[in-house]
């Protein structure tokens, strides 16, 4: 049993410090992702800005909210929850999207969960520039808001970490599993 802990956590302290490999891996993933579009990763913000706008002035009117206050507010949570949704839907198939590489090259596990986190905080980060003009127009903006919003997201990227190391094994890909007609899936590993 000690054993295992010991390379679990090796693996982790390997995975995390080996920075430039997750990191460039990362980049890579944004890189690729809009390659073929004219306009990149701008696109993915302009969409998110047009449905922040609508979104927040159908809600305010609706809910009775002044603008000032609800906008900064919607905002940050679609961002924000846009960030955790993702990273989570990636994070089950991390280790099926990096199969080919698994099978080839020995590194440690950590480093293609610590990929995904990088490359959503990478899309969270082009996404936050939606913000200033919200701040901006709102005044809402503080030092300490600003602070806490960063201490957050290292926060929800630190959780990230193990929730990417634990969650693949449970949310194992269907060819993967064999329900034996019990109704129970079998998550042993082949």
């Known amino acids: 049993m000690h054993h295992r802990l010991n390379q679990a956590l090796s693996d982790i302290g390997r995975g995390l410090y080996m920075t430039h490999v997750w ?3 990362g980049w ?19 969409s998110m800005a047009i449905m922040i706008a609508s979104m927040g002035v159908l809600y305010a009117r609706l809910f009775g909210q002044d603008m000032e206050d609800y906008l900064p507010f ?15 839907n990636e994070l089950c198939s991390s280790f099926i999207a990096a199969d080919a590489m698994i099978k080839q090259v020995k590194l440690p ?11 959503n905080l ?3 980060a082009h996404n936050a520039v939606i913000l200033v003009p919200v701040a901006l127009w709102s005044g809402k903006a503080t030092v ?12 929800l990227a630190g959780n990230a970490v193990w929730v990417g190391l634990i969650h693949p094994v449970e949310a194992r890909s269907p060819r993967k599993q064999n ?3 019990h109704g ?3 998550f042993s590993y082949d």
């Open 23 to 25: 990191a460039l891996l």
């Open 28 to 46: 890579h993933d944004v890189k690729q992702r809009y390659r073929r579009s004219s306009l990149g990763p701008f696109w993915l913000t302009l």
């Open 74 to 88: 919607l905002a940050v949570g679609l961002l924000l929850w846009t960030f955790i949704s993702t990273a989570l």
């Open 109 to 119: 596990l950590t480093v293609y969960v610590a990929r995904v986190i990088w490359r």
């Open 122 to 124: 990478l899309i969270l």
């Open 144 to 155: 300490l808001g600003i602070v806490s919003a960063v201490l957050g997201i290292v926060f």
């Open 179 to 181: 329900l034996g007609g």
């Open 184 to 186: 129970q899936p079998d």
